[in-house]
């Protein structure tokens, strides 16, 4: 994968930690529904769609969890 554009922010920067922690629930819905589409189709033989995977993961969590600390 290629990425058109990579953003450095400074941790000194006003908003790194909101940035920071929209970034890791980006990453963890990504994952969410990467393992929803895996299991669906190598179990079920269904490929989700768009539309079935929003409903699927609609009312989930991705935050992060409190447990974790991050620096």
């Known amino acids: 994968m290629k990425r058109a554009e990579q953003h450095v922010i400074e ?3 006003p ?3 909101a940035i ?3 970034a890791l629930a ?3 819905l990504w994952n969410l529904a990467n393992y929803q589409v895996r ?3 190598l179990f079920q033989h269904i490929y989700l769609d768009n539309t079935a995977l ?3 993961i609609k009312h989930t969590d991705a935050r992060p969890r409190p447990s974790r600390q991050r620096r």
């Open 11 to 13: 941790r000194t920067h």
């Open 20 to 22: 920071d922690q929209m």
């Open 39 to 41: 299991q669906s189709f």
């Open 26 to 28: 980006s990453k963890n």
């Open 54 to 56: 929003f409903h699927r």
């Open 15 to 17: 908003l790194f930690r």
